[in-house]
């Protein structure tokens, strides 16, 4: 069964502090991953989509990477800043459906106190 | 910011009522989606549509049904809100990337159906 588990579930830290979020997958055929931010009452926003030969891209503060033989990712946030709080949601895709079927996370609901 | 807009952003109505979700995009994407997001949990895909006039049911069974008479426009419709209707509605959209996958959500619609 395909399949994507994100843990922890929530996660609290202090500002300036950095964090580590983590996403497992079972989906097959792997086609990409994506990381999505959600700050609460808004929608998805894509932070970075990596293919099977990217292990690992940066986008700002944010790192993500993939290790597609154990079929695990990560996403990094370094020095963890107030609007970092939201929910961090891992989605992947599997190759060969045309619409690209994907599978999304549960999320990881990130709270960063002053 | 992803140029895609949802109304109502909020919504509470009675059992019965017919309900439309307005979405509109003006990136010219042929794609777009409606998503059904409950608290903490993933999101599901009710319909999606890959261009005007084309329209299909997604992996979350739903009595709402949509509509793609233009481009930037894919409204969503209940023809008899119920209870248990009660989530967020997400819409997305995706212009010709690799990977089928919606690259950018409107701020949602909250609907609370008493």
């Known amino acids: 069964k395909n399949q994507v588990e994100q843990s922890p579930q929530s996660l609290i830290i202090l500002e300036g502090k950095n964090c580590t979020l983590q996403?497992?997958?079972?989906?097959?055929?792997?086609?990409?991953l994506r990381w999505y931010k959600q700050d609460t009452g808004r929608g998805p926003v894509s932070l970075t989509i990596?293919?099977?030969?990217?292990n690992t891209k940066s986008n700002g503060r944010y790192t993500a990477t993939l290790d597609a033989d154990t079929k695990q990712s990560s996403l990094h946030i370094t020095a963890s800043q107030l609007s970092d709080s939201a929910s961090y949601i891992c989605?992947?895709?599997?190759?060969?459906?045309?619409?690209?079927?994907?599978?999304f996370g549960r999320g990881t609901q990130l709270t960063v106190w002053p | 910011e992803a140029d895609i807009y949802q109304t109502p952003r909020y919504l509470v109505i009675g059992t019965g009522k017919k309900i439309t979700l307005e979405c509109s995009q003006t990136?010219?994407?042929?794609?777009m989606y409606w998503y059904q997001q409950d608290p903490g949990m993933e999101l599901h895909l009710i319909h999606y549509?890959?261009?005007?006039?084309?329209?299909e049911k997604g992996d979350l069974s739903s009595e709402s049904t949509v509509s793609r008479i233009r481009t930037e426009h894919f409204p969503l419709t209940l023809e008899s809100a119920r209870p248990s209707h009660t989530s967020q509605y997400l819409c997305?959209?995706?212009?010709?990337?690799?990977?089928?996958?919606?690259?950018?959500f409107g701020d949602g619609t909250r609907l609370s159906i008493l």
């Open positions: 997305a959209s995706s212009g010709t990337d690799y990977s089928n996958q919606p690259q950018h």
């Open positions: 996403c497992n997958y079972t989906v097959s055929p792997f086609s990409n």
């Open positions: 990596m293919t099977f030969s990217e």
């Open positions: 989605v992947v895709t599997d190759r060969g459906s045309t619409l690209g079927r994907l599978y």
């Open positions: 990136m010219g994407h042929d794609k």
């Open positions: 549509s890959y261009g005007v006039n084309s329209t």
